[in-house]
Antibody, heavy 122, light 107 residues
Framework: EVQLVESGGGFVQPGGSLRLSCSAS????????MHWVRQAPGKGLEYVST????????YYADSVKGRFTISRDNSKNTLFLQMSSLRVDDTAVYYC???????????????WGQGTLVTVSS | DIQMTQSPSSLSASVGDRVTITCRAS??????LNWYQQKPGKAPKVLIY???SLQSGVPSRFSGSGSGTDFTLTISSLQPEDFATYYC?????????FGQGTKVEIK
């Protein structure tokens, strides 16, 4: 059974930093690209960042570029999101998301963690 | 970025109703269109990928169609567990983008 368990969320003041982690199990972690997707309270979904299987390729939404860094440790089946210079509008539930296998016709997000809440407020 | 526009934003329906949600892309995305269901306090769950392929384990009352810029999610006979918010999402080009969501409520 695929499991994605996020941790590291919490309350932080504007300008602060947080590091999110996602522990993965039930699949070959190193074979799958991974994403972070966030959802502000009462709002829709936004892709934040994506990392390739070996970490050699990354993508960031414009809203977080230069402030967030995605990384992974394939030896520990763990995905990370280092967030710095946090702003009030970064407040959201952050989901760790597994990309569909490369063999699928088109890419999609096939498994999601339960999410971790990040609250940025003074 | 590719903009995804869903309609309606919300709808009220009864158990047993046929429900249709549409999604329009701001440019052609071929069949790179996925549908997700989200219930309150829960993570989204994929229902349909590649516009019309049913994800394993998803009931057959859900179906998707379309190609290019116009897509549809249909629930053939609405069940109590289907009351939720539905999102379309394009994976044709980064950044992957979602529609704003359609909330399906009980009439």
């Amino acid at each position: 059974e695929v499991q994605l368990v996020e941790s590291g969320g919490g309350f932080v003041q504007p300008g602060g930093s947080l590091r999110l982690s996602c522990s993965a199990s039930g699949f070959t972690f190193s074979d799958n690209a991974m994403h972070w997707v966030r959802q502000a309270p009462g709002k829709g979904l936004e892709y934040v960042s994506t990392i390739s299987t070996n970490g050699g390729s990354t993508y960031y939404a414009d809203s977080v570029k230069g402030r967030f860094t995605i990384s992974r440790d394939n030896s520990k089946n763990t995905l990370f999101l280092q967030m710095s210079s946090l702003r009030v509008d970064d407040t959201a539930v952050y989901y760790c998301v597994k990309a569909s296998p490369v063999t699928t016709v088109t890419p999609y997000s096939d498994y999601w963690g339960q999410g971790t809440l990040v609250t940025v407020s003074s | 970025d590719i903009q995804m526009t869903q309609s309606p934003s919300s709808l009220s329906a009864s158990v047993g109703d046929r429900v249709t949600i549409t999604c329009r892309a701001s440019q052609s995305i071929n069949k790179y269109l996925n549908w997700y269901q989200q219930k309150p306090g829960k993570a989204p769950k994929v229902l349909i990928y590649a516009a019309s392929s049913l994800q394993s384990g998803v009931p057959s009352r859900f179906s998707g169609s379309g190609s290019g810029t116009d897509f549809t999610l249909t629930i053939s006979s609405l069940q109590p567990e289907d009351f939720a918010t539905y999102y379309c999402q394009q994976s044709y080009r980064t950044p992957w983008t979602f529609g704003q969501g359609t909330k399906v409520e009980i009439k």
